[in-house]
């Protein structure tokens, strides 16, 4: 099993900036791509930002030039520097990790808890 905690979530004002945190635990796995994603009430969750076992990164339109997304990779962490927010950018986080078990080479998908990310205007 991996295991994602998240933290770093809260309430910032438009303009304002916060950084989230996703720590693995992953006895036995291999993580490859990690990422966060975001829901809106009655909104699909969507991908924000994504970055790979070898460091590519990926990110939503929407967030291109304020949201930076990075990963310690000796502690399993990555983060996402979250700058100039806007009240759309509310929503509960995500993260994100797809890895692969050692022994048998599967590939699984975890998700951690979720962390509430507030924008006022």
């Known amino acids: 099993q991996v295991q994602l905690v998240e933290s770093g979530g809260g309430l910032v004002q438009a303009g304002g900036s916060l950084r989230l945190s996703c720590a693995a635990s992953a006895n036995a796995f291999s993580i490859n791509t990690m990422g966060w994603y975001r829901q809106a009430p009655g909104k699909q969750r969507e991908l924000v930002a994504d970055i790979t076992s070898g460091g590519s990164t990926n990110y939503a339109d929407s967030v291109k030039g304020r949201f930076t997304i990075s990963r310690d990779f000796a502690k399993n962490t990555v983060y996402l520097q979250m700058n100039s927010l806007k009240p759309e950018d509310t929503a509960a986080y995500f993260c994100?990790?797809?890895?692969?078990?050692?022994?048998?080479?599967?590939?699984?998908?975890?998700w951690g808890q979720g962390t509430q990310v507030t924008v006022s205007s």
């Open positions: 994100n990790a797809q890895a692969r078990r050692l022994t048998t080479l599967r590939q699984y998908q975890y």
